[in-house]
């Protein structure tokens, strides 16, 4: 059984830092392409990031430049080390892997204030 369990969102003053893990079972994510999604109250779910199975990494929209996604194959979890965060990266932030279903996590909340 698949389980993809996103951490470490938390509330942050604008210009801080947060990183986000996903930690997944079931699922080897150095094999498969890992993204993360964010989804802002009352508006659609978007693409921040994704990392391809052979490590290289893309970024979208306004993510680009501030974070930076990673992986750790040993502890099978995905990072979304997110900088000089604004009030609009307020999200709820999710990450998913794609095989021949779609998998995803429950999500953390990230709130910045200004």
């Known amino acids: 059984q698949v389980q993809l369990v996103e951490s470490g969102g938390g509330l942050v003053q604008a210009g801080g830092s947060l990183r986000l893990s996903c930690a997944a079972s079931?699922?080897?994510?150095?094999?498969?392409?890992v993204r993360w999604y964010r989804q802002a109250p009352g508006e659609q779910r978007e693409l921040v990031s994704t990392?391809?199975?052979?490590?290289?990494?893309i970024y979208y929209g306004s993510a680009k430049g501030r974070f930076t996604i990673s992986r750790d194959n040993v502890k099978n979890t995905v990072y979304l080390q997110m900088n000089s965060l604004k009030p609009e990266d307020t999200a709820v932030y999710y990450c998913?892997?794609?095989?021949?279903?779609?998998?995803w996590g429950q999500g953390t909340q990230v709130t910045v204030s200004s």
């Open positions: 079931g699922i080897i994510l150095s094999m498969n392409v």
């Open positions: 998913n892997v794609r095989t021949q279903n779609d998998f």
């Open positions: 990392i391809n199975s052979d490590g290289s990494r």
